[in-house]
């Protein structure tokens, strides 16, 4: 089984910055490709970043301002995500995503590529 833990949550104020991470545990497994999702209240789901074969795609909301990336230190695989000049509509609870087979494309995008997904990390940005 893998587990996947987000942290780095919190508030934060209207152009501030935060940093969260994603860590994977539990069996080995490829992670071809790694991404961030968030959801707001009352919202559906959306894709928010993804990193796969070392290619990064982001969200047209949060292009510029985020940034992903992933470490294997000591073998164990970590995803980040780098978030600045954040604002009141970035609030949401953000999850990190790990899948273990190439799909096509869209699929990244969608969430339906996936196979593992965390628990998610509040973020609130207050205005």
């Known amino acids: 089984q893998v587990q996947l833990v987000e942290s780095g949550g919190g508030l934060v104020q209207a152009g501030g910055s935060l940093r969260l991470s994603c860590a994977a545990s539990g069996r080995t497994f490829s992670s071809y490709a790694m991404g961030w999702f968030r959801q707001a209240p009352g919202k559906e789901r959306e894709f928010v970043a993804v990193i796969r074969s070392g290619a990064t795609y982001y969200a047209d909301s949060v292009k510029g301002r985020f940034g992903i990336s992933r470490g294997n230190a000591n073998a164990k695989i970590t995803l980040y995500l780098q978030m600045n000049s954040l604002k009141p509509e970035d609030t949401a609870v953000y999850y990190c995503?790990?899948?273990?087979?190439?799909?096509?494309?869209?699929?990244?995008?969608?969430?339906?590529?996936?196979?593992?997904w965390g628990q998610g990390t509040q973020v609130t940005v207050s205005s």
């Open positions: 995503a790990a899948a273990e087979r190439p799909h096509s494309g869209s699929m990244y995008f969608t969430g339906a590529a996936y196979d593992y």
